[in-house]
Structures are given as structure tokens and as C-alpha cells.
């Protein structure tokens, strides 16, 4: 697996994401993902199923060490204090030491930021996160949390696909050194595959349209995708993006999409009283 390096952190650029995985269909898919050569894992506190993921790890007898896990804080957990205890609950649960990345999951702007970052600088230097990080910030704010932070951060993880502008987000993550991942990577699928744009460069490649998705994001400096696949023929299928090429008129035609600007998820009603999402480039 491709990697990227940023801050300090090699980052595996496709990540398995979990999010609605449960139980034994997660450890199971978990494993699975990681015998066909997946070597990092998107959980969080929120999605329930970090002990499945854990076991995943271990049924697959992959070494822990090869693994790159990132899990997450809730943005109600993210004062000092609850951010240290909600990192070493979610250790408890995965079964781990330590994660590899340790992420804010969407900021809250009832609790100031500079206590967040300094948790999360203190659940790093305690080993409890190999790397820190934060996801659903917009560029104001990862500005501030870049200069809170006495580590660096190594990763903004915010929703990113083709039908979504975050040209800002990505500079912004570029001049700090930080990977930028994206989630919902594959727009969830539906319309986005049906595009001209997709559909021309899957013909010319003898690719899936998903394939040539995860291929135009991975094309692009410091971005990581965290696809998530029940079936494992599209398991398999989103790893294998390393025996072709998009030229860069279709990067441009794919990332013309853009203007669309469609979001899948939006700050909730907390966040909206206060913080807004960068505007298109
Ligand atoms: P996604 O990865 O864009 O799309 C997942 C959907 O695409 C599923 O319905 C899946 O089908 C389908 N799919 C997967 N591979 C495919 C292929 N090769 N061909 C056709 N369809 C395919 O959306 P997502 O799950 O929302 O996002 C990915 C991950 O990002 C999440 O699991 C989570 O880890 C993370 N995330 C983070 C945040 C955050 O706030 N930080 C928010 C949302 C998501 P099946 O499942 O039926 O196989």
C-alpha cells in the first residue's frame, strides 16, 4: 500500500472506513479488508463499533504494528479531561496501547479550542496516539488548531468527492505540512458514477467508475480516502488503483465536477449557530 508522508506520519493513502459496520460483520470485513492488503482503519468513539474493529485487527493476524487505526473524539467529549478519557475508553475498546491517529471529530464551538488541542497534545505525549489530528474543520479554524498545537497535526479529515469544491481546505492542509483525508470519498455512490466525466475514463481504463474516483483522489498531493464497501468484490476493488494512470485532462474533468457543490453532511444545528464551511474556490 501506497503511503503519504506528512508531519512526522506515514499515512496508508486508502483506508478501510466503518461507519454503520457492526459487530461480527465489522470484525469479519475488518480482516477480510486487511488479507487483501489494507493497512488502515477509519473508526471513531460515535460509530459504536471500535471493539469490532479491534477484533478485526487481531482475527487477521496481521502484525498491530503494520496497521495504521485512526479513531475519533465526539465533539461532546473534546474538553481537557473528557478528550483524555474518551481517547482511553476507545483504547479499552479497540484493544490497543496506542492508535496511530487520534482525531477531533467535528468541532464544537461551546468548548474553546485551545484546551481541545492541548488535550489532544497530552494524550500524545502520554503515548496513547502515535499522531493527532482533527476532521470537519474549515480552514479558520484549522489555522487555529495548527497554531494551538505544539505537535503537529497531521490530518484534516473532512468529506471530499468530486461533486464537492474543498479546494481551500486542501491548500490550507498542504501549507501545514497535513495530509487532507477524504470521507465519503465515493460521493455514496449513485449519480456521481453515472457521470460523463467518470464514465469516459472507467471505459478508457477498463476501470469501475468507483476505481476511477478513489484514483482521481489519490492522484492528488497528501490525499488519503477512507472508502467504505460491505461487498467484498468492491473491497477489493477499491484497493486495486496502483496499475493505471488518469492524464491530467482528466484530473481537470473530473475535478471541474466541483462546482456542483454538493455536501452530504453538513454541521449540525450547534455548530451552524456559529462556524460556516469554506466557500468554493
Ligand atoms: P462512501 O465511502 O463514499 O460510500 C459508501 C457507499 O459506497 C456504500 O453504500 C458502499 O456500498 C458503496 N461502495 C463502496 N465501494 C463501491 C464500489 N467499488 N462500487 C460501487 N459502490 C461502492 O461513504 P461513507 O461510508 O459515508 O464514507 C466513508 C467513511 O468515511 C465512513 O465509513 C467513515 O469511516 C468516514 N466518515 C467520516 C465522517 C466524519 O465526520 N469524519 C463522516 C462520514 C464518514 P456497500 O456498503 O453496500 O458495499
Redesign the pocket.
Known amino acids: 500500500m501506497h503511503n503519504v508522508m506528512v508531519n512526522g506520519a506515514a499515512i496508508p493513502v486508502i483506508g478501510l ?4 459496520l457492526k459487530g461480527e460483520l465489522c470484525s469479519e470485513l475488518v480482516a477480510h479488508a486487511l488479507s487483501l492488503g489494507y493497512r488502515h482503519l ?3 468513539a460515535y ?1 459504536e463499533n471500535e471493539t469490532a474493529v479491534g477484533e478485526g485487527v487481531r482475527f487477521s493476524n496481521i502484525p498491530r504494528d503494520d496497521v495504521f487505526v485512526t479513531t ?1 473524539v465526539q465533539y461532546t467529549d473534546i474538553a481537557p479531561g473528557d478528550l483524555e478519557r474518551s481517547a482511553e475508553e476507545s483504547l479499552k475498546r479497540l484493544g490497543l496501547d496506542t492508535v496511530d491517529l487520534l482525531l477531533i ?2 468541532p464544537n464551538p461551546e468548548v474553546p479550542l485551545a484546551g481541545s488541542i492541548k488535550a489532544l497534545n497530552s494524550v500524545r505525549n502520554s503515548g496513547m496516539a502515535r499522531h493527532i489530528g482533527v ?2 474543520f474549515p480552514t479558520g479554524m484549522l489555522a487555529e488548531a495548527v497554531h494551538l498545537s505544539d505537535a503537529p497535526l497531521v490530518a484534516n ?1 473532512v ?1 471530499y ?1 468530486p461533486y464537492l469544491d474543498q479546494t481551500k481546505v486542501h491548500a490550507a492542509c498542504r501549507a501545514a505540512g497535513m495530509a487532507m483525508v477524504a ?7 449513485g449519480a456521481l ?1 453515472e457521470d460523463a466525466a467518470i464514465g469516459d475514463s472507467a471505459k478508457r481504463h477498463d476501470k ?1 467508475p ?2 476511477i474516483v478513489l484514483r482521481w483522489q489519490v492522484q492528488q498531493e497528501g490525499l488519503v480516502a ?6 467484498k468484490e ?1 473491497l477489493a ?2 484497493i486495486d488503483l496502483f496499475d493505471f494512470e488518469l492524464s491530467s485532462e482528466e484530473m481537470v474533468a473530473i475535478s471541474r465536477l466541483r462546482s456542483r457543490n454538493y455536501r ?2 453538513d454541521f449540525g444545528s450547534l455548530q451552524r449557530r456559529s462556524l460556516q464551511w469554506d466557500t468554493p474556490a
Not at 470521507?183 to 455512490?189: A, D, M, Q, T, W
Request: glycine content about 8%.
Open positions: 472506513g466503518t461507519w454503520t477509519d473508526t471513531a460509530y475519533k471529530h467535528w476532521s470537519n479529515q468529506e468527492h470521507y465519503c470519498p465515493l460521493g455514496r455512490g458514477f469501475s468507483a476505481q477512507i472508502p467504505r464497501a460491505e461487498r468492491w476493488e477499491n452530504i453532511h
